[in-house]
């Protein structure tokens, strides 16, 4: 679904100039929400993404673009100021979502505010687009990581027409996104904003691409995809395609598949992500949530390790809404160092690093256009590791060996392993 222009082919370059540099633009669409007069267009990149940039034969020069450009404009960004390990109390949730589930959680509360909230969710073109919704029955879909490009669409427009009426909104997004979104609606109470540690999001072309490969070698069509399914824990990340309830492809992100190793190994980011000024300490949410990267590595930690979320509270809002879910018994929530988080998650400190691979993959699909095809030749060393350690069934020996370690020599293994 395009609510805007298409895209058009690079090298159309007469009457066309750029909002920003097209290197850094994230496509995250609030140039074309401000614009009222059709100007912004799409420009394709070799992987099938696009940028935006300023059709002048419509242009009336008002710079609402410029303005809400997260690229052109950084807006103020908060320093965390306490950093907590959490997860939902709720079994279930905690089982079928991301990390601890405090994203769920979040949605929850907001149903019982009656606020409305946004969230991600796939729809029948295996795209992920943005919804903003009141009703509990959404929040489903919403769970779980979708580890692809997600469309903004109109988002922009609905939430400023839902504050105008003094509606609240709680949005979950990436810090792009986020701080699109700040610039696009200004300050605003009744706006809570949770940011997600990042690391990068590839064409969603990749995606369609890889998944029609898979659906006419196994003779099925997907209805569901899943990037962490939760039948096989969430923490191992299993990439798996469902025909009526029935799984018929599953690999997690140490297997052979293609774009499990472009996405895990940060071969197929768009080029904007290996830029990103949002991969920083500071943060553009009122609370931020990632994954619990070095959980126990600056003071000792004897509570759950299973599933947990880092939540850095970043304002005072953020603060009266997690003291909220707490005091709901929504979520679990202990208080770590805060430079626990802030050293370990490489999110917090730099963008994802471009590499050799990501260069010759972009360049050989810009002259075959087939994902798959691309990605058995440039990643053909990768592909053979995986089907090792799948075949071996390795990785499940070396898990079950970390597990009788002690706490300290389990740390000196990693760093070990890490080296080589």
């Not at 009426?165 to 809570?192: H, S, T």
Request: hydrophobic share 30%; with cysteine; glycine share 4%.
């Amino acid at each position: 679904m395009e609510l805007f222009g298409k895209c058009i082919e690079r090298g159309r370059r007469s009457m066309i100039k750029n909002i920003c540099d097209d290197s850094l633009c994230t496509a995250c669409g609030a140039c074309e929400n401000s614009c009222n007069f059709q100007a912004i267009i799409r420009t394709k990149r070799k992987d099938d993404s696009w940028y935006m940039q300023i059709d002048d034969t419509k242009c009336k020069n008002c710079n609402r673009c410029l303005k809400v450009c997260p690229n052109n404009h950084v807006p103020s960004l908060y320093s965390p100021q306490k950093a907590y390990a959490a997860w939902s109390t709720d079994k279930e949730i905690h089982k079928n979502s991301a990390s601890g589930g405090i994203a769920t959680e979040l949605y929850n509360y907001a149903v019982d505010k009656k606020m409305y909230f946004a969230g991600v969710s796939m729809d029948k073109n295996l795209e992920a687009h943005f919804e903003l919704v009141n009703n509990k029955n959404s929040i489903e879909k919403f769970q779980n990581s979708k580890y692809t490009f997600s469309y903004m669409d109109d988002i922009y427009l609905k939430c400023k027409e839902l504050l105008k009426k003094d509606e609240k909104i709680l949005f979950v997004g990436l810090p792009c996104q986020i701080a699109a979104l700040r610039n696009y609606i200004g300050e605003n109470e009744n706006l809570i904003l949770i940011d997600l540690a990042c690391h990068g999001t590839p064409s969603p072309e990749f995606l369609k691409q890889h998944v029609k490969t898979i659906e006419k070698k196994k003779n099925k069509i997907a209805d569901n995809v899943s990037f962490r399914n939760a039948r096989f824990n969430t923490n191992n990340f299993y990439f798996t395609l469902t025909h009526k309830n029935r799984i018929f492809y599953k690999k997690n992100s140490l297997s052979e598949d293609n774009y499990q190793i472009g996405y895990h190994k940060a071969f197929i980011y768009r080029d904007c992500c290996y830029q990103c000024r949002y991969a920083q300490r500071k943060r553009t949410g009122d609370l931020t949530i990632a994954d619990y990267h070095g959980l126990g590595k600056v003071s000792v930690y004897n509570g759950n390790k299973e599933s947990v979320s880092c939540v850095l509270v970043n304002s005072e809002k953020g603060k009266t809404l997690l003291n909220k879910l707490f005091e709901n018994e929504q979520i679990e929530v202990i208080e770590r160092p805060l430079l626990e988080p802030l050293q370990n998650e490489p999110q917090f400190n730099y963008p994802s690093k471009s590499s050799q691979e990501h260069d010759e993959f972009i360049n050989l699909y810009q002259k075959k256009e087939n994902f798959d095809l691309v990605a058995n030749v440039v990643f053909k060393q990768d592909k053979f590791k995986g089907w090792v350690l799948g075949t071996t069934n390795v990785v499940n020996y070396k898990n079950k060996f970390m597990a009788l370690l002690p706490w300290e020599l389990k740390q000196y293994v990693k760093k070990m392993l890490r080296r080589k």
